[in-house]
Structures are given as structure tokens and as C-alpha cells.
């Protein structure tokens, strides 16, 4: 590093840092992504001491929420609906640095920027989110390429390319939605997702199909419930097959090819694989088939890498934990709570979490998951409490309504 | 003598600030549907900060124990024990909306 470099950043950090307390910082905390894990660690370490530093590192201008994407795709909900601006958690004190990490040095405990710049921590923390293995999937890159392919995963210019594609589709056309092996990011995402499309083409498009090729053997969460609102809803547009993983992908002739056979769509949808983001891979976090990173529960620490926290779905889920944007946000006040106690020279004290995820069937009805995780000493991991969490009952108006009552609220959580 | 009472009383201090991070942190979870220290907007749950402390923790122990139908809550609660409910409902009391 260049000394000029991190005065460079130092400097407009302290610009930017609008000077909210005049008492001395006590440490800095770095942040590498803003989404429901950085955003929340972020926002919650200054909530909890605002006399540590906090930099929050995003290469995006937006979040956008992959909650509630899925309606994007309906025509139920809208891109600026489901995005917030870094203002929010700036107001706390956060510093948002616009950029992307490129390097973490753990020994010399600091980030290198993509701009060129470099910044020190005390404690890091690595919330990236994920990226997919196109190369499990023959053809992926350059189907993707030709923009005729999208996974729309990642809440974004994607979601709303697949939406475009669907308006464009003529009515008897088939939408394939190709889903990966779990674990992946938001178990019931693809159903609702599936749901999502098939309500806009029994409104927009009756005689189309929606065709969901699933790699692995069942609907692999609330699938009771969705199974019903299907037969009750979507008879003849939406198709399930399961055990149906793609294995490559051609957009030259429009299919999507199995083990066994090839399937052609008009729009498809193939979801690759994911393992934790780029960042973490290069950081040396992954642990664990080559795809997630281990971290201790009680501090959500690296397994891997001292001094470093990792969040969110990069993490290596614990039992019957959902990698899941609810799940993001208390990860990330376990590892708010511990940094907090560490830099205070407290001993950090295991926290108790709850996951719920609302996933629409129809334009206003939900169904629900819901799980609290505590941390079991013996196992030395957060466990399911016996007896606890369930699914809704059934789906409903009034489970449409606190879904977003929860969106609305858990990103006022973690970025208001 | 004095000195001794007065390490006492900051230890105690010092205990009672580290039991009130830690039920704040607990609460934390319950954040996600009912909003930063319990601060909802309020458009489709109550707010929980500022509800008096026995309410709380009587709903809690209702839902916990079927006596009070729910959507959620009933399986949420059965993941609290009788110490924690006391410690959320005493931090949520102590909130201002």
C-alpha cells in the first residue's frame, strides 16, 4: 500500500463520517457488504457502542431486497419498492465506503479497495452474499452471455430482464425455472418464485405453463403448503417435477438439459449453484466444499481466518437453518453483539436467533416458516429449540399481510 | 470500608448495564417483524416498546401455552424459557415508542 493511498481514504472517510460524536474511537470495525448481514452488523455495532468506528464497504449505490423480488416478477411490486439507499445507516454513523473489496491481508488486518486504496480494522466483518459455479452447468457463461439465460438470484438488473421476458413471451409459451441442489439461497424461493409466475400468466397469459425442474427430489420447504395452493390455484399452468437437475444449458435451441433429456422453454430460468461470494474465496474463509465458510456460533468468527466474522448465506448453514435473509440480519447481531463485547474486553455471551420467511402464493396470499436457534454447548452450534417454530396453518390474507409488514420492517432493521 | 462499598455498588452497575445489553441484544431477534427496539410503524402489529411489562410477558407465556391463538407467536414462544420472556418484557417496557 501506498501511505498516499490510505490517507486518500482515511481522509475522505473522515469527510464522509459527519462527525458524530467527539469522543475518541475506541476501534474500527470494517464491513465488506451491505446487504440484510453487513447492513444490520453495521447499523447494530454503532446502535450498541457508537464509540467504535464502523466502515461499511458496497460496491452498489442500492440494496435491493431479494424479499419480495419474486413480485417484481408478477407485476405485483416494483424495483423501487424493493430498493433503500446506505442514508439510513450513514445516520447512525456508519461510513459507506462506495467500492468493492478486492483483498483481505488477516496478518496486516486490513482491505484492499478495487479503487486503490486500503483500510485498516480491528475486527472484520464478511458479509458477500453468494456467487454461483457456472461451470457445474455446460453452456451456462455463454447462455448468459447472449442475455437469453438469467438465474435473476441476486435482486437486480436481472430481475428485471426476467420480467421483461415475460411480458415479452407469447401466451402459450413455457417458463422454465431450473432450481439447484440445496443448500442454496432461500429454500422457498423458487416455489414462490414458480407461484409468482404462474398468478401473472392465469391473469395475463392462461395458456402458458410454468415448468419447475427441480435437482433436488422434493419441494424443499412449506411444501405442504405449496403443493395445495398449486392444485388450488395453478391446475394445468404449473408443472413440479423433482429429482429434474440440469446439467448444462443451450440457448441456441432454448432447452435446458437433464441427465436424461433435453426440455425446451421459451424463457429460462436456470438458477446455478451457488458458494459463498467471490471475496470470501479469495480471502480463504471457504472451509468447506470448496462452497461455504464454518464459523463459530457464538461469535460468528471464521473457522478459517482470525479476526474475521463471516454472515448471512456465505455461511456454512447450521442444522435446519435457512440460508435466508432473515437469518442475514441475526447473524449479524450475533457478530455485532460479540464485536461489541471483544473490543469492550468482555467475554461475548452466545445469542439466541429467530428466522421467519413469508413466501407468497397468489398476489396477496402468504405462507410462513419460522425457527428459533439456541446455542447448544455440547454440540458447540446453534440448534433448532425443540418444540419451537412451524409453518403457517394455512395460507391466508392476513399471512400476505404481515409478509410485508416484514419486509417492510426488517429492512428498516437493517439499513433505516 | 467506603472503598469496598463503592467498588460494590459500580460491580453492580456494571452487572445491571451488562444484563440490559444483553436483553436488548435478545430482543434484537424479535426486531425483524416488530422493528428496531420494538419501534414498529405500527400498520400491522402494535408497537412493543413502551408496553407496560406484565402484558408482555403474560402474552408471551399465553402464546407460549396455547391459550392465545396466534399466526406465529405460538410457535415462537415455545423457544423462550420463563427467564427470557422476563427480560424481553422488561426491556420493551423500558423502550420509548
Redesign the interface.
Known sequence: MKRRDFLKVAGAMSLAGCATTAAPSKARVVVIGGGFGGATAAK?IR??DASIDVVLIERDAQFVSCPISNLVLAGYSSMQDISRDYSGIARHGVQVVRDEAVAIDAAKKSVRLASGGEIGYERLIVSPGIDFTFGDLQGYEAAMKSGRVLHAWKAGPQTVALRRQLEAMPDGGVYILSVPLAPYRCPPGPYERASMVAAYFKQAKPKSKVLVLDANPDVTSKAGLFKRAWSDLYPGILEYRGNARAIGVDEKTMSVKLEVEDVKGDVLNVVPPHRAGDIAQKAGLITTNNRWCDVDWRTMESKAVKGVHVLGDATLSAAAMPKSG?MA??HA?IAA?AI?DLLNG?EP?P????N?CYSFVSQKEAI?V???H?WDAGKGTLLA?P????V??AR?E??G??A???A???W??SL? | MHRVLLAAILASVALGA?AQ??A???A?????????DGR??G???PPLAAMPRDYVAAQMRAFRDGQRPA??MH??????TDE?IDALAAFFAAQKR
Not at chain 1, 387 to 390: A, E, F, M, R, V
Not at chain 2, 75 to 80: D, L, M, P, T, V
Open positions: 447494530h446502535l450498541w432473515s440480519n441475526n447481531k453483539a461489541v468482555r455471551a445469542l439466541q436467533i429467530v421467519t410462513r419460522s425457527s428459533v439456541r429449540v418444540g419451537s417454530g412451524g403457517s396453518a391466508s392476513a399471512e399481510n404481515y410485508w409488514n416484514w417492510r420492517t426488517i428498516a432493521d433505516g | 451488562q445489553d444483553r436488548r441484544q435478545l434484537s431477534a424479535c426486531a425483524i417483524c416488530h422493528g428496531t414498529s410503524d400498520k400491522a402489529l399466526t406465529v410457535q415462537i414462544a415455545k423457544g423462550y427470557q
